[in-house]
């Protein structure tokens, strides 16, 4: 069913009246504020509940926005907000850093990120495609050891020293090389697992012992590399929040973000993504709600920060800044640049 504008409105005051007080609204506020009378705002109130839009804790008390309410709210009636100049020059002073460790770089970003939104915030880095091996080297050292080195897809180089079981005549290892950068390279660990196999019967057992050893180092670096580390932020501002004044409730709240960090969502498209309450996978934030945006980090690589906070949130204000760290973070990775101040004329009020 198609709600009226009256609806809508409604809803609009409702949700943004509960994100600034924390305490149901009642209907004489909302007549205050829209022009109507108070019989009427009742009605409409009755008919958002029962359309699920709207939630009533107690029989005498006012309406708290639902899920399914602050859905329509973001999607439809949320306005955007742009950035005070405070806020721009804020974030512009926290990505003054000198580009070093990628993730010393975005760990001080979800820090600041954490005490602009007073939410906590998590970061990632990844790469925006399966990473393989596209080359592979053996270095001899001695007749019972060799140098192992892989040429990532990423431009990454990894080497090892491997032992090798067997000895291996030195003049056998260009033909090893051959055989892994024909038949290992671009491949998965799994795939490599099988096609290691499939050659077992092609080449004499000391070959093919220093041949496993190799896949077998190739596949757990596929697995270190491909790795996506999550770093979180803030935690203790949950115990800032009304809904988390229960201890329990806020200890396994916080207690995901330190240990289960790696189920937070990770949206592979979008610039942004929002999802409400009971929309998140995870047990663990059914009763929150996570703002996640994403930035350009270069070579083939995009990162991800987030903020995990009640369905009471600002959205509009999340959002916006949020999208100013991300477009900072891009800014910075890609030409070491941070983004121009907002012109005075267009502060949010």
Request: include cysteine; hydrophobic fraction near 40%.
């Amino acid at each position: 069913m198609e709600l009226s504008e009256r609806k809508k409105q409604i809803l609009k005051v409702v949700v943004e009246e509960y994100v600034h007080t924390a305490e149901p609204v009642g209907s004489k506020g909302i007549a205050a504020e829209m022009g109507v009378s108070s019989a009427t705002v009742r009605n409409e109130l009755a008919d958002l509940v029962e359309m699920g839009y709207l939630e009533q804790p107690h029989t005498s008390a006012g309406r708290i926005p639902s899920p399914k309410g602050y859905r329509l709210y973001v999607n439809e009636l949320m306005e955007r907000q742009k950035l005070t100049l405070a806020e721009t020059e804020k974030i512009n002073q926290a990505l003054q850093i000198k580009l070093e460790e990628l993730d010393r770089v975005i760990s001080q970003a979800g820090r600041a990120a954490s005490s602009l939104v007073s939410y906590p915030t998590y970061v990632a880095a990844a790469s925006r495609k399966s990473i393989t091996v596209q080359r592979f080297e053996l270095l001899p050292v001695d007749e019972h050891s060799c140098i192992v080195v892989a040429m990532m897809s990423d431009n990454r180089v990894r080497s090892q020293l491997l032992r090798m079981q067997l000895k291996v005549d030195v003049e056998q290892i260009p033909v090893l090389v051959n055989l892994l950068n024909s038949h290992f390279v671009a491949a998965s660990a799994e795939e490599m697992n099988r096609r290691l196999m499939n050659v077992a019967d092609q080449i004499p057992p000391a070959l093919f012992l220093l041949l496993s050893q190799t896949v077998a180092y190739a596949a757990d670096t596929l697995e270190e590399v491909g790795h996506r580390e999550v770093i979180t932020s803030g935690a203790k501002e949950l115990l800032k929040l009304p809904e988390f004044r229960d201890a329990d409730k806020a200890h396994e709240l916080m207690s995901f973000l330190a240990d289960g960090k790696e189920e937070l969502p990770m949206p592979e498209d979008g610039p942004m993504q929002i999802l409400i309450g009971p929309e998140n996978v995870s047990d663990a934030l059914k009763d929150t709600s996570v703002v996640v945006a994403s930035y350009d980090i270069g070579d083939d690589m995009r990162g991800l920060i987030g903020v995990v906070g009640p369905t009471r949130m600002d959205y509009a204000a999340v959002a916006a800044r949020l999208t100013g760290f991300a477009e900072g973070l891009t800014r910075l990775f890609g030409k070491q640049e941070l983004p121009p101040k907002e012109d005075t004329n267009e502060r949010r009020e």
